[in-house]
């Protein structure tokens, strides 16, 4: 399911990033936060292989809820989305002050294999760069 992280897919340790996070402290913006999330989200899934998709887990709701992040999105000054699917197919808009985000990344088994593997909206502009 995981490949062996590559020294670019370590970049999002937060070793490597104390300046940057740092930096959100002080600014605390929505779209700071954001960019951050894209990092995350993006080399977790550069990680899985083309039968997972990268899911989320909400760790704030009475019950457990979790989806597949289909995008990502902010509003500033403080709030982040997150649009996605459920695993029956329903769509989902979550979106949250940036003080109350609480999520584990995981992977997800994709509900239709013979298709491609979906990109995550934001990773087409990531592999451009």
């Known amino acids: 399911m995981f490949e062996k992280p590559t020294d670019d897919l370590l970049r999002c340790g937060i070793r490597l990033n104390t300046e940057k996070l740092l930096d959100l402290e002080k600014e605390n913006l929505a779209s700071d936060f954001y960019k951050r999330l894209v990092d995350y989200i993006y080399f977790f899934d550069k990680m899985l292989d083309d039968q997972h998709e990268v899911a989320i887990k909400l760790v704030s709701f009475d019950k457990t809820i979790y989806f597949a992040v289909s995008d990502l999105g902010y509003y500033d000054p403080s709030l982040i989305c997150f ?18 985000i609480n999520f584990l990344l995981m992977a997800m088994k994709i509900t239709e294999p013979k298709k491609e593997k979906k990109p995550i909206g934001f990773t087409i502009n990531k592999e451009k760069k």
């Open 83 to 100: 649009y996605g699917t459920m695993e029956n197919g329903t769509p989902v808009q979550l979106i949250q002050h940036i003080s109350q």
